[in-house]
T-cell receptor, first 112, second 114 residues
Framework: EADIYQTPRYLVIGTGKKITLECSQT?????MYWYQQDPGMELHLIHY???????EKGDLSSESTVSRIRTEHFPLTLESARPSHTSQYLC???????????FGPGTRLTVT | GDSVTQMEGPVTLSEEAFLTINCTYT??????LFWYVQYPGEGLQLLLK?????DKGSNKGFEATYRKETTSFHLEKGSVQVSDSAVYFC?????????????FGKGMKLTVNP
């Protein structure tokens, strides 16, 4: 049902590497979100965007950054990965006035 | 701020057992309430929702009723199946100022054995 994609699905990298997690949606949604899901399954909102050139930090402080140059694309970047960044990252989108968020399949990141 | 408290589990049930997952919320306004489900290796999917008091959301045999007086939105299913094994999240959105940010509970992992 959901047309929201995340790549890569799994990533193992060494400490200090720069990485970008990709998120794209083909539904034309203005609103997009990044969540971090810890091993205990709890979800934390780390970034969101309400449209092109709009980005905001979420409820959980994160060392990652995001950009929104195109409506369909909302990449997340870590300039220097650390083991504490090991987690699952979920991207979501929604339309204005819509209560439902559509989630991508997630990227499971492991930093060694 | 707004918050959601739900049963954390993990919970293991036998097939055809009755399921209840408790969820209570704290919100300043009149939130919309949701249950999302996460199957193994996948992202979250909306299971059901309710937007105002006394609304009942239902889908795939699951039901939940928005109870304003008890600030609750408990999820129930009369007879679970192995395919219901997943993590279940209760969530709210207060919709303030056009925001659709979701506040999630901590999730509850359900395993259903044949």
């Amino acid at each position: 049902e959901a047309d929201i994609y995340q790549t890569p699905r799994y990533l193992v990298i060494g400490t200090g590497k720069k990485i970008t997690l990709e998120c794209s949606q083909t539904m034309g949604h203005d609103k997009m979100y990044w969540y971090q899901q810890d091993p205990g399954m709890e979800l934390h909102l780390i970034h969101y965007s309400y449209g092109v050139n709009s980005t905001e930090k979420g409820d959980l402080s994160s060392e990652s950054t995001v950009s929104r140059i195109r409506t369909e694309h909302f990449p997340l970047t870590l300039e220097s990965a650390r083991p504490s960044h090991t987690s699952q990252y979920l991207c979501a989108s929604s339309d204005w006035g819509a209560l439902k968020q559509y989630f991508g399949p997630g990227t499971r990141l492991t930093v060694t | 701020g707004d918050s959601v408290t739900q049963m954390e589990g993990p919970v293991t049930l036998s097939e055809e057992a009755f399921l209840t997952i408790n969820c209570t919320y704290t919100a300043t306004g009149y939130p919309s309430l949701f249950w999302y489900v996460q199957y193994p290796g996948e992202g979250l999917q909306l299971l059901l929702k309710a937007t105002k008091a006394d609304d009942k959301g239902s889908n795939k045999g699951f039901e939940a009723t928005y109870r304003k007086e008890t600030t609750s939105f408990h999820l129930e299913k009369g007879s679970v199946q192995v395919s219901d094994s997943a993590v279940y999240f209760c969530a709210l959105s207060d919709g303030q100022g056009g925001s659709e940010k979701l506040v999630f509970g901590k999730g509850m992992k359900l395993t259903v054995n044949p």
